[in-house]
C-alpha cells in the first residue's frame, strides 16, 4: 500500500533564515509525481513545487526546493529566506492508482518575525 | 478566469437537515475530488468522480451523497445521516491520471451543525 508520512506536526522558524520540512513515502511504482502543498490560513490550497521520480535534478521554485531521495523515498521540501507569508500546513502528496491522491498528516510552520 | 468556486463559504445547519455544497469548475479537468477537513488535520478522501455520471466512494463517504450530472459541476449533500459533519470541506479537480495526477483546489466551505 502507498503511504506518506510527515513526522514533524509543528515548526517554527525565524524570518529569513531557511527550514526543511520532511516527508518519507512508500510506493511500488517506477515513476510518479510528489507534490507539496501550502495551505494558509485563508485555508486555500496552493501548489508549491512538484517532483517527477525518474528526473535526478530536484526541483526548485524560487525559495522553494526540494532533496529528493528516490532510494531512501525520501522528498523533503526547503524553504530558503522564510518569509512571514510562509506561515501555513504544509501537506506532502503522492498520486495513489488512477485518481485517488495520499496527503500527509501535514506540518504548521510559523515563521516569526 | 479559470478556476474553483465552492458556495457558500460558510454554511449553517441545525442537527436532522440535510445540506448541499457547490462546486464548480472551468478548467475542463475530467476528474474532482470532495474532501474532508477537520482542525489541524489532514484531507480525508469522501468522494471521487472520474467522469460525468460515474462517481467512487472515497475513504470517508458514509453520510454523504454526490451526483456528477456535468463535467463542470460536483455537488456535496450532508445527510442527517453524517453523525459529526461540522468540518471544513475541499473541492478538487484532477489534471492528469495515474502518477501524473496534479490536483487543483477551490476555496472551500466551513459548515457547522448548530
Known amino acids: 500500500a502507498q503511504t506518506v508520512t510527515q513526522s514533524q506536526p509543528e515548526m517554527s522558524v525565524q524570518e529569513a533564515e531557511t527550514v526543511t520540512l520532511s516527508c518519507t513515502y512508500d510506493t511500488s511504482e517506477s515513476n510518479y509525481y510528489l507534490f507539496w502543498y501550502k495551505q494558509p490560513p485563508s485555508r486555500q490550497m496552493i501548489l508549491v513545487i512538484r517532483?517527477?521520480?525518474?528526473?535526478?535534478q530536484n526541483a526548485t521554485e524560487n525559495r522553494f526546493s526540494v532533496n529528493f531521495q528516490k532510494a531512501a523515498k525520501s522528498f523533503s521540501l526547503k524553504i530558503s529566506d522564510s518569509q512571514l507569508g510562509d506561515t501555513a500546513m504544509y501537506f506532502c502528496?503522492?498520486?495513489?492508482?488512477?485518481?485517488?491522491?495520499?496527503f500527509g498528516t501535514g506540518t504548521r510552520l510559523k515563521v516569526l518575525a | 478566469d479559470g478556476g474553483i468556486t465552492q458556495s457558500p463559504k460558510y454554511l449553517f445547519r441545525k442537527e436532522g437537515q440535510n445540506v448541499t455544497l457547490s462546486c464548480e469548475q472551468n478548467l475542463n479537468h475530467d476528474a474532482m475530488y470532495w474532501y474532508r477537513q477537520d482542525p489541524g488535520q489532514g484531507l480525508r478522501l469522501i468522494y471521487y468522480?472520474?467522469?460525468?455520471?460515474?462517481?467512487q466512494k472515497g475513504d470517508i463517504a458514509e453520510g454523504y451523497s454526490v451526483s456528477r450530472e456535468k463535467k463542470e459541476s460536483f455537488p456535496l449533500t450532508v445527510t442527517s445521516a453524517q453523525k459529526n459533519p461540522t468540518a471544513f470541506y475541499l473541492c478538487?479537480?484532477?489534471?492528469?491520471?495515474?502518477?501524473?495526477?496534479?490536483?487543483?483546489f477551490g476555496p472551500g466551505t466551513r459548515l457547522t451543525v448548530l
Open positions: 478538487a479537480t484532477g489534471k492528469g491520471q495515474g502518477r501524473y495526477n496534479e490536483q487543483f
Open positions: 468522480s472520474q467522469i460525468v455520471n460515474d462517481f
Open positions: 517532483q517527477e521520480a525518474y528526473k535526478q
Open positions: 502528496a503522492l498520486p495513489s492508482g488512477t485518481y485517488k491522491y495520499i
